[in-house]
């Protein structure tokens, strides 16, 4: 008695599916790929945004800096503020902007009342208007 082993399947079923396994992880390997790029693309704005922003804030502080400086030192507000480019006073606090990119300025307000002068603002603020190229369109209900 000899038994004889058949298989189900045969040789066409096993290659159709290797070729789906191939597919599949050709189309996984370029879904990997295109995520990594768009992560690469967003990593390099991250670091030009990060790498603007804390120049702008060091020359701010650079500027508050003076002004502390300078008003320990005596001077009137309305001096410091007549010395220093882009200083102004206004209703006792100076104000001043230091461009961060086309788009954003750093925005410091500082307290020149008190004996010590003191920041009330320090921010990060658009200089352009939102403008949405395509409205979205929003389901009613």
Known sequence: ?????????????????MMLVIVVFTTLGILAL????????LSDKNLTFVSQYYEAEGKANAIKAQIVNMRRQGMIPADICASIDGVTLHEGNAE???????????RVTIDMTGAEPRVTNFALYNTTEWNPSQPISVWAG
């Open 1 to 17: 008695m000899k038994r004889e082993f058949r298989a189900k399947f045969g040789t066409g079923f096993t290659t159709v599916i």
């Open 96 to 106: 001043y902007a230091v461009k961060v990119n086309d788009s954003q300025v750093i």
């Open 34 to 41: 295109t995520t990594a790029r768009s992560d690469a693309k």
